[in-house]
Structures are given as C-alpha cells and as structure tokens.
C-alpha cells in the first residue's frame, strides 16, 4: 500500500520561512520521481516543483527549492520570501518513472495535502 504524507506546513507571516515534508512508503521510493502541487481555494491544483528520483531537478523559482532523500524516502520544499499569493494546500505526488512531469494528470500517487497560510 502506497502512502504519501506532507506535513510542515502552517501559518505564517509573509516573508517567513517554511519546510514542508513528504514521507513516501509501499514503492522504490528512487525508482520515482517526485512533484509538489499546490492548490488554492477555487483554483486548479498547479505544479510548483519537480525532482527526478536521482535528485536532479530544473524547477527553478528563486523562492522554492525543492530536494529529496532517498535513505529517508522523503521529498522535501523549501519555501522562502513566502507571499500572501503561496496560500494554499499543498500536495506531494509520485511519478513511476526518471523523469519528472508537469501535469497533475500523470502523477499517481497523492499525499492528503498540507495547509500553508501566509498572513499579512
């Protein structure tokens, strides 16, 4: 059984800091590689960041880094310079595969989401 659970987020004041985690368990967690997914209330879940499951990764924000550890089958995101615009419930997901994607739609395993609030 594959399972995916964020946590780390919360409340914060913008400008703040925050890390979020995802703990995967039931796959060879480095056989995948792995996306970050946030969405906002009445908005589409969108990508916000990918790594391949060697830890390589492209996805450049200046704000948002994101970073993996196969030992502890865990992907991380960090998150600085938050805005009120990065408010959101943010998801973790799994992509069989070296590559990562872009697309909600090819991603196949989900965490339940984290709630991040940015406040003013």
């Known amino acids: 059984q594959v399972q995916l659970v964020e946590s780390g987020g919360g409340l914060v004041q913008a400008g703040g800091s925050l890390r979020l985690s995802c703990a995967v368990s039931?796959?060879?967690?480095?056989?995948?590689?792995m996306g970050w997914f946030r969405q906002a209330p009445g908005k589409e879940r969108e990508f916000v960041a990918g790594?391949?499951?060697?830890g390589y990764t492209n996805s450049v924000n200046g704000r948002f880094t994101i970073s993996r550890d196969n030992a502890k089958n865990t992907v991380y995101l960090q998150m600085n310079s938050l805005k009120l615009e990065d408010t959101a419930v943010y998801y973790c997901?799994?992509?069989?595969?070296?590559?990562?994607?872009?697309?909600?739609?090819?991603?196949?395993?989900w965490g339940q989401g984290t709630q991040v609030t940015v406040s003013s």
């Open positions: 997901a799994t992509l069989r595969g070296t590559w990562y994607r872009t697309r909600v739609s090819d991603y196949d395993y």
């Open positions: 039931g796959l060879t967690f480095s056989t995948y590689a």
């Open positions: 790594i391949s499951g060697s």
